[in-house]
């Protein structure tokens, strides 16, 4: 939990020295590229949290690979350095990503559907998503198989749920009373 808000309190750092550059967006791609290394390369992560590699080393091994990062991503690296938190960095990252969004009226939604969308069904999503919200949305397709078709719809804290595994459910509970 401390880590959280630590990371929290980076990130707000950052995007406050990044709008002020006027560079948010572009840092913002920074840390999604920070993210999706740290998720994907299970050595980085490990590399990253490691007590016992140097400091110093994280902080140039990180200037290596994200060699093309923003000037403030690089400030970031530093400041981790000056205050050993580099185990947190995937944190601050996804921390920047929802403050960034927050900040631009972006919300993210997620629709699960048992086959992949097609574009013609994906504007049909967002049209109902326009419904919903008045920001801008990041949609994101999870396939799950087990829902059987329809599509279930999470938008912040809320969820649409037209799956045909879910209107199942409901006739199975109806006939169990």
Do not use: H
């Not at 400041?79 to 960034?100: C, H, M, P, T, V």
């Amino acid at each position: 939990m401390a880590g959280s808000r630590a990371a929290i309190r980076y990130a707000k750092a950052i995007l406050d020295i990044a709008q002020g550059n006027n560079n948010s967006e572009k840092v913002l791609a920074d840390m999604n590229t920070i993210v999706s290394a740290v998720k994907e390369s299970k050595e980085l992560k490990l590399f990253l949290e490691s007590p016992i590699v140097n400091v110093q080393t994280k902080r140039n091994a990180l200037v290596e690979v994200f060699a093309s990062a923003q000037p403030e991503t690089k400030a970031l690296f530093q400041l981790l350095l000056e205050n050993k938190r580099f185990g947190i960095l995937a944190s601050i990252g996804d921390q920047y990503q929802e403050l960034y969004n927050e900040a631009n009226g972006i919300e993210n939604a997620v629709v699960t559907t048992a086959v992949p969308l097609d574009a013609a069904l994906e504007d049909k999503v967002l049209a109902k998503i326009a419904t919903f919200t008045s920001k801008k949305v990041n949609l994101t397709n999870v396939v799950d198989p087990a829902i059987i078709g329809g599509f279930v719809l999470r938008i912040g804290d809320q969820q649409y749920n037209a799956s045909v595994a879910n209107r199942l459910l409901q006739l199975k509970r109806e006939f169990s009373n």
